[in-house]
């Protein structure tokens, strides 16, 4: 099992691993789906009763499918902790698997949001999952050479460079696919999931090797497969988890009408259930589809969800909104559009479009295509362009996905019929000058493909008029460094980590990827390159002095060692996070005007000189500040925001508009606490003592924590709330 595995890692504390383990399944409190009352025990993480007398569902299931994790390490420290807090001697393995599921609930409030910490488990978890090199079996070796015999390469023998060659590419398929689970299962479109449902999916998808779409089997996984992992399918895992919490709640299974799937519903088993609805999902598969015409449906916010996901059943969108759970989710957030093309009897059936609403911002915008990008037919129409000046400047972000779905399409029209690409077009292609932004949750795939019949350096030098030279042009970082100083442009991520210095070090003028250079101490001498189209990584330097940044930057910035900002001059535009969080003081701090990410100041304990964006797409962390004096928060902030050390709400102006959880967990007392009337998130108010002068948001859109007040009395609850703890679950709302 994966807590098993994870004690096996070198190096990990207890505390650590339970973190990590945490910040892998970033549980937030979430709601049962199918409970007639909201506060089920299925879904609470904290209450009054004891545990004896609430014992999860998931906990027993958890027990049934491993019958040694409540005798874990992490387990029997939960269960101590417990023992020592509440008196209670736990017996059951249930009981004590519930406990240590709540125990990592309040963990998940302290663990790490961030773009570092997702690495970390990244590696953690490939350590431990992927197939190792020296695992590789030598059939697979022997399969490439009968491979190349059959294509007419001839009888070729595989030297130690070209096996390790093969090997690396193997491992990388790994390694992608086992990411695209974990970073589904950190993000928010997950976040109505419990701990133990996302435990047993993960668990599940790692002992499945091939999908065979025939039968919608999957093979299993052992020490030597060479597999990638499982595909990643948003809207079969939506309908696992709708049926499987459907089964545990014991409601009628008759509505399924699928006698299958409700055989081997009862077994529990991840592999079987994920791949009969993947088969089912494939037989309803469009093809081309007949026509563009049909028209928008506005499922409206705080609506019955059901039309929605009866509309997407068996349509094979891809799309999580076709499960229960989630389609709830998202119509308490906001309206959500769907476009619907017409199918042969004139009626509009096909889901084409999604424009996901929350408040009156849009969330995401996907379609049906792969990666959930717009198809090539709808994208030469204008049905997304038109229905996008509904929403005035608020689709600006979107309009240029369109233009560059829209040229993309060119170019491989182009491609295709083998004419020409203009300058402008390879540059595109490339990401040469700027990323290139689709609908989905991934790159289109489509770049890739193009990308893969061409050459990139011959179309560099075409691109700047034999102003490089093909040795000038560099695509690993193994040839960057080989190339000793004369790489001019390079495409890919360039891993510098090494380098602990600049000597020896010359950065190519134009950058299509990351560059890790974490192992700098002083910025000294230091040119970066003119053009960098993705994140840079800075976290070992802990002064300024000498960095100059180029004033736009399409990716994210890390600067994690810095502990003044004395020089610090950041990009006009960061199109990512910015992280600052060894920064103690805001003195010199002149943050960008434009910040389209995270922004990470959790060490700074004083707001004095602090000046944040008016608006800023992402989280703010602030959880070191003791005070709100001289704190001016954005206007509008579409993250969460990390209070954590505040003891006093005097002088704390929150932003009118907050898109993501507000933990305030060190507050005792209300007196100066005015919060928005809606909040798009959790509240963590877990330390307040008393509910005198609080006012609640009319609509909370999350989890409410407080679990510290005696008393309620005088407390008005909000409209719309959708988990509660304490006292006694809000009087059981």
């Known amino acids: 099992m994966l807590v098993k595995l994870f004690k096996t890692i070198v190096g990990i504390s207890s505390f650590t691993y339970v973190k990590l383990f945490l910040t892998f399944f970033l549980i937030v409190s979430p709601n049962e789906t199918f409970a007639q009352r909201k506060c089920e025990i299925l879904y609470r993480s904290e209450g009054t009763k004891t545990v004896s007398q609430s014992v999860n569902m998931g906990a027993k299931l958890l027990h049934q499918k491993d019958p040694q994790l409540h005798i874990s390490r992490s387990v029997e420290k939960a269960v101590a902790t417990h023992k020592r807090t509440f008196k209670e001697t736990l017996q059951k393995p249930a009981e004590k698997i519930d406990v240590w599921l709540k125990s990592l609930e309040k963990i998940s409030n302290r663990a790490e949001s961030s773009t570092n910490t997702l690495i970390q488990i990244k590696t953690m978890l490939q350590n431990q999952f992927v197939l190792k090199l020296e695992d590789i079996p030598q059939s697979y070796y022997d399969l490439q050479v009968k491979l190349a ?27 992608k696919s086992l990411d695209y689970w974990i970073e589904y299962l950190v993000s928010k479109d997950t976040s109505m999931y419990p701990m133990w449902l996302k435990y047993w999916m993960f668990t599940g998808m790692t002992k499945l090797s091939k999908y065979h779409p025939q039968t919608g089997k999957f093979d299993n996984r052992d020490k030597g497969t060479v597999a990638p992992f499982a595909d990643l399918n948003r809207e079969a895992l939506g309908l696992v988890a709708d049926h499987v919490l459907q089964y545990l709640n014991k409601r009628s299974l008759d509505e399924i009408q699928d006698p299958e799937l409700v055989k081997i519903l009862p077994d529990l088993k991840f592999g079987k259930i994920y791949g009969h609805i993947l088969f089912k999902l494939s037989i309803s598969k469009q093809g081309v589809f007949k026509t563009n015409q049909g028209r928008w449906v506005i499922f409206k916010k705080g609506s019955d969800h059901m039309p929605l996901v009866k509309s997407l059943e068996g349509r094979n969108t891809g799309w999580c909104s076709a499960g229960e759970s989630t389609a709830m989710l998202q119509l308490q957030k906001g309206d959500f559009h769907v476009y619907y093309s017409l199918d042969a009897y004139g009626e509009p059936v096909h889901p084409r479009v999604a424009i996901r609403m929350e408040g009156d911002d849009i969330a995401e915008v996907r379609g049906v295509a792969a990666n959930q990008n717009l198809d090539p037919q709808i994208n030469q129409s204008t049905v997304v362009s038109s229905k996008m000046k509904e929403f005035g400047s608020k689709s600006d972000k979107y309009q240029k996905r369109e233009r560059d779905m829209k040229l993309l399409t060119q170019i491989e029209t182009k491609q295709n019929a083998k004419i020409s690409l203009e300058k402008e077009e390879l540059k595109f292609l490339w990401e040469l000058e700027n990323t290139i932004e689709g609908f989905g949750y991934d790159k289109d795939p489509r770049i890739e493909q193009i990308r893969s019949q061409r050459d990139f350096k011959s179309d560099v030098i075409e691109v700047y008029g034999n102003k490089y030279t093909r040795e000038e042009i560099t695509t690993t970082t193994e040839e960057f460094i080989a190339a000793k100083g004369t790489s001019k442009i390079h495409l890919g991520n360039l891993h510098l980590d090494h380098f602990g210095s600049i000597e020896g070090l010359k ?46 930057l399409n990716g994210s910035l890390s600067l994690n060692s810095l502990t003044m900002a004395q020089g610090l001059k950041l990009p006009d535009i960061i199109n990512g996070y910015l992280s600052l969080n060894s920064l103690t003081s805001a003195e010199g701090l002149r943050l960008p005007d434009t910040l389209n990410g995270d922004l990470g100041l959790r060490s700074l304990i004083t707001a004095q000189g602090l000046k ?16 709100a004096q001289g704190l001016k928060l954005p206007d509008t902030l579409n993250g969460y925001l990390y209070l954590h050390g505040l003891t006093s709400a005097e002088g704390l102006k929150l932003p009118d508009t907050l898109n993501g959880n507000l933990i305030l967990i060190s507050l005792t007392t209300a007196q100066g606490l005015k919060l928005p009337d809606t909040l798009n998130g959790n509240l963590d108010l877990r330390s307040l003592i008393t509910a005198q002068g609080l006012k609640l948001p009319d609509t909370l859109n999350g989890n409410l924590n407080i679990k510290k007040l005696t008393t309620v009395q005088g407390l008005e609850r909000p409209k719309k709330l959708q988990n509660c703890i304490g006292p006694d679950d809000f009087i059981e709302y």
């Open 507 to 552: 950065l190519p003028e134009i950058l299509n990827g990351s560059l890790y250079l974490n192992g700098l101490t002083s910025a000294e001498g230091l040119k970066l390159p003119d053009s960098l189209s993705g994140n840079l990584y800075l976290n070992g330097l802990t002064t300024a002095q000498g960095l100059k940044f180029p004033n736009a």
């Open 612 to 627: 944040l964006p008016d608006t800023l797409n992402g989280n703010l962390d602030l959880r070191s500040l003791t005070t």
């Open 149 to 175: 015999r059959e294509r007419g390469l001839g009888d070729i023998i595989l030297v130690a460079e070209k096996k390790r060659q093969l090997a690396d590419i193997l491992i990388n398929d790994q390694k």
